[in-house]
C-alpha cells in the first residue's frame, strides 16, 4: 500500500512558477515505483504531464516540455514537479499517481490557478 499526498498547488500569475511535491509513504518501497503527475482541467479528461521511471528516465506531455521539470528523491519518499512559465492553460487539479505493473495508487490532487 502507497499512500501520497500532494502538496504545492496555488495561484500564480501567468509566467509564474510552482514546485509540486508528492510525499509518498506505506509498506511499500517508494523506489520501486513509477511516478507520475497527471491533471485534471475543468472539463476536461485526465492527462498524463510528467513520468519518471524507477531507474530516473523521465517522460513529458508535448504541452509542458522546456517548462516542468519532474524528479524524485527516493530517501524522502518524494517526488517533485518544477513548473516555470506557466500559462493560463496549466490551470487544473495536478494529482500523484505511483505505479507498478497493475498496482496504481493515487493522490487527492492539488489545485493549480494560473491567472491574471
Known amino acids: 500500500q502507497v499512500q501520497l499526498v500532494e502538496s504545492g498547488g496555488g495561484l500564480v500569475q501567468p509566467g509564474g512558477s510552482l514546485r509540486l511535491s508528492c510525499a509518498a509513504s506505506?509498506?511499500?518501497?517508494?523506489?520501486?515505483?513509477?511516478m507520475n503527475w497527471y491533471r485534471e482541467a475543468p472539463g476536461k479528461q485526465r492527462e498524463l504531464v510528467a513520468a519518471?521511471?524507477?531507474?530516473?528516465?523521465?517522460n513529458y506531455a508535448d504541452s509542458v516540455k522546456g517548462r516542468f521539470t519532474i524528479s524524485r528523491d527516493n530517501a524522502k519518499n518524494t517526488v517533485y514537479l518544477q513548473m516555470i512559465s506557466l500559462k493560463p492553460e496549466d490551470t487544473a487539479v495536478y494529482y500523484c499517481?505511483?505505479?507498478?505493473?497493475?498496482?496504481?495508487?493515487w493522490g487527492k490532487g492539488t489545485l493549480v490557478t494560473v491567472s491574471s
Open positions: 499517481n505511483a505505479k507498478r505493473y497493475v498496482v496504481d495508487y
Open positions: 506505506g509498506s511499500s518501497i517508494f523506489s520501486i515505483y513509477a
Open positions: 519518471i521511471s524507477s531507474g530516473g528516465s523521465t
